[in-house]
Structure formats: structure tokens, C-alpha cells
């Protein structure tokens, strides 16, 4: 009878014995300065400075921090589009180095925007289920939405 213990190798002596494995990233084989040269940053409000002139102003609910230039998408506003409107509720105001806060509301500040354009949020499913009861009802949604440029912030 021959013994099957003899025919099994033992599994340290099944691989291949050799020196200490190296990995080679090739991104830190290549030039370290080329690539910092190639990445750019992304602009966000911690590493760029603030505007010279900024409001924060109340408009569909929320509080938005508004520049002269810029686009803005808020809830449905009732203007049409290519109308000029004026916001009143601004909370605080800052022109070149002087910040002024309202308390609550700025009453000789305004806010002037042109509406641009009236569209659709992205859909949001709202599924209502009631388990063992055989209730199911699946409905979308998609909000109203205003896009306005602002065009003056006045003092």
C-alpha cells in the first residue's frame, strides 16, 4: 500500500522562493514635478478670496450669497423671462472692505436680477409601501425652478 502523505507536497514548497516582491506605482516612476505641473485645483470658496462686492439675500425660502455677474437657480419665481426684478430682503451687504449686516433686512440696499430662464429640476421618485398589505404607489416629481442673473447690487 503506498502512503498518500508522500505524494502531497507541502504547500511552502509549492511557490516559487524568491527575493521580496517590489511594486512600481507608475505615476511615482514618472517625474513628481510634471505632475504637480498637469493637476489643477478646482476653485472652491476656501482657497479663493471673496469678491470686492457680495450680498446674501432671502429669495424662495433660502438664503443665497450673491455676486454681480453671476447665475443663480432658485424655486419658481412669478416673473416672466427677460423681466427685470428686484430683491428686498437683503441680509447683509459687503462693498470693497465694509460689511454691514442687517437686523433682520438691509432697507437701502437692492438686488437687481434679469430672469433668464424657467425649467425643471431632476426627477425625484417618491414610492410610498406599506409591507404585507399589498400598498404600492410610485410618483415622480420634478420641482419648478427660476434661473436668474444678477446684474447690480446697489446701496
Not at 524568491?18 to 485645483?41: E, H, I, S, Y
Not at 471673496?50 to 455676486?67: C, H, M, R
Request: aromatic share 6%.
Amino acid at each position: 500500500r503506498v502512503s498518500q502523505a508522500s505524494s502531497v507536497r507541502p504547500f511552502a514548497a509549492a511557490r516559487p522562493v524568491a527575493g521580496p516582491m517590489r511594486v512600481v506605482c507608475q505615476a511615482a516612476a514618472a517625474d513628481p514635478n510634471a505632475a504637480a505641473k498637469t493637476k489643477k485645483l478646482h476653485p472652491s470658496t476656501l482657497n479663493v478670496a471673496p469678491p470686492s462686492t457680495y450680498a446674501v439675500i432671502e429669495v424662495g425660502g433660502t438664503q443665497l450669497f450673491v455676486e454681480p455677474g453671476k447665475w443663480y437657480t432658485v424655486n419658481r419665481l412669478k416673473a416672466d423671462v427677460g423681466s427685470k426684478i428686484k430683491f428686498g430682503r437683503v441680509l447683509a451687504l459687503k462693498n470693497a472692505d465694509k460689511l454691514t449686516v442687517g437686523t433682520p433686512y438691509l432697507d437701502s440696499v437692492n438686488v437687481e436680477a434679469e430672469i433668464v430662464q424657467e425649467l425643471r429640476g431632476p426627477k425625484v421618485i417618491v414610492y410610498k409601501m406599506k409591507p404585507k398589505k399589498h400598498y404600492r404607489r410610485k410618483q415622480g416629481h420634478r420641482q419648478d425652478l427660476t434661473k436668474f442673473k444678477v446684474t447690480s447690487i446697489t446701496a
